[in-house]
């Protein structure tokens, strides 16, 4: 049976990308004492954004986002994602150079940095469909 793909954090993404990160044992290890809404989206897009929710490092819901304030925002081009994603290009050095945008608490997010950066890489494991 052939996987299904899904359109570039459209909102089946993000909830095939939850449960890509509910089954990360390490993350969720890491990330145990962390809790915040994640808000991402393509630059340019961010009408279409789709948020996580990260309680106590599991992630409890996924979605469209809302306009309520988030903890955290990421937003690349579509293009920067795809290297992130695929290991192209690393995450540390994605923020370093502004190819990846990024709102919110930058102690939290050193702090984290090994979760955040594995939380990255993990988008490489949703089926995705780039063509949007």
Known sequence: MEEKMHKFLSEEWIKAYAQEWNKNEKL???????SASIKYYIE???DQAVELVVEKGVAKSAGKANSHSYD????ASLENW???ATGDMGPKAAM???RLK???SMITAMKYMSAFEE???MMGKV???WDL
Request: charged residues 45%; aromatic residues 14%; positive net charge.
């Open 44 to 46: 340019g897009k961010e």
């Open 82 to 84: 795809k290297k992130l």
């Open 102 to 104: 990024f709102k919110g």
């Open 72 to 75: 955290f925002e990421l937003w």
């Open 28 to 34: 969720k290890n890491e990330l145990k004492d962390f």
């Open 119 to 121: 939380s990255l890489r």
């Open 96 to 98: 370093l150079t502004k």
């Open 127 to 129: 089926p995705t469909d």
